[in-house]
């Protein structure tokens, strides 16, 4: 079930009270804020401060994330929270565990840089799916030994995430491309990201990673584009046990060519891909 917040595209004028608090937050780099941020500027208790901030809420002023966290909104730009996003998804997660994935992670790690409508957030307690205005918020599941290789990321000078690492990122991305544009999108991911891959880590997340079928469509799509002959070498002693085969695609028709070497079923057109890479 997904709970929606709309935010009506209005033009609000500020009072003079209204515009001191949210000039002061500004001015201190939140536009996001808690309930008793906002009281110590209002200058009264939070009962008195929520019923000023329900007064924002009605005139399009501010939003309200969840229960004593809101969003300011600028006016004619009800879209500001594009920007907030990582935030966001930061503070409707907490205080439980978390970290930013698929696709959300690949655009904070500049794997890709197409327009993001859904946000993907993993963490260790179930959530319902949130959509604020057009985008919406979508967690994942995770169990506790599932749950690593993610770590802080500045978003600027005054706000931190905690986001999947590229390596993890790439992991998760050949386990469900579904959440990431695409296997396509996942590729090319890699290519963009080769020279920053720390290589060490990837090896060490594929030992402990529990879809082994990721680790063949990682080898397979590694010695595709010619990355890394070591780790490709590494998959296949990994994988050299595993005699079952996956779709390379695993959101694909169960159709193809099987590739023994890897255990794989291709249920895409590999060279089109590869020579869309490569220009």
């Known amino acids: 079930m997904t709970y929606n917040i709309i935010m009506k595209k209005t033009i609000p004028t500020l009072g003079v009270t209204s515009a001191t608090l949210i000039n002061t937050l500004k001015r201190s780099g939140k536009n996001i804020f808690t309930l008793e941020e906002a009281a110590k500027i209002y200058g009264k208790g939070t009962h008195a401060t929520g019923k000023f901030l329900s007064t924002l809420l009605k005139r399009n002023i501010v939003v309200r994330i969840k229960a004593g966290i809101y969003l300011i909104l600028q006016p004619g730009l009800e879209e500001v929270q594009l920007s907030n996003w990582p935030i966001i998804a930061r503070e409707l997660s907490r205080p439980n565990n978390y970290y930013i994935a698929y696709y959300?992670?690949?655009?904070?790690?500049?794997?890709?840089?197409?327009p993001l409508l859904?946000?993907?957030?993993?963490?260790?307690?179930?959530?319902?799916?949130?959509?604020?205005?057009?985008?919406?918020?979508?967690?994942i599941f995770s169990k506790k030994e599932n749950f690593w290789g993610a770590g802080i990321f500045w978003i600027s000078k005054q706000e931190k995430v905690i986001v999947s690492d590229i390596e993890r990122t790439i992991?998760?991305?050949?386990?469900?491309?579904?959440?990431?544009?695409?296997?396509?999108?996942?590729?090319?991911?890699?290519?963009?990201?080769?020279k920053e891959i720390n290589w060490v880590k990837l090896k060490d997340y594929s030992k402990k990673f529990h879809a082994k079928s990721v680790l063949k469509r990682l080898g397979f799509i590694l010695e595709k584009l010619e990355i890394n002959k070591k780790m490709v070498l590494f998959l296949k002693k990994e994988l050299s046990t595993k005699k079952d085969y996956v779709l390379l695609d695993p959101a694909g028709l169960k159709e193809g060519k099987y590739v023994k070497n890897w255990g794989l079923r291709l249920n895409m057109n590999i060279e089109e891909i590869t020579e869309s890479i490569w220009g």
């Not at 859904?118 to 179930?126: G, L, N």
Request: net charge positive; hydrophobic share 35%.
């Open 104 to 114: 959300s992670a690949m655009r904070i790690h500049g794997m890709t840089t197409h």
């Open 118 to 139: 859904s946000i993907y957030i993993t963490s260790t307690k179930r959530f319902r799916d949130k959509k604020i205005n057009n985008i919406e918020y979508h967690f």
């Open 171 to 194: 992991l998760d991305g050949l386990e469900r491309p579904e959440l990431c544009g695409g296997l396509v999108e996942v590729i090319r991911g890699i290519w963009s990201k080769q």
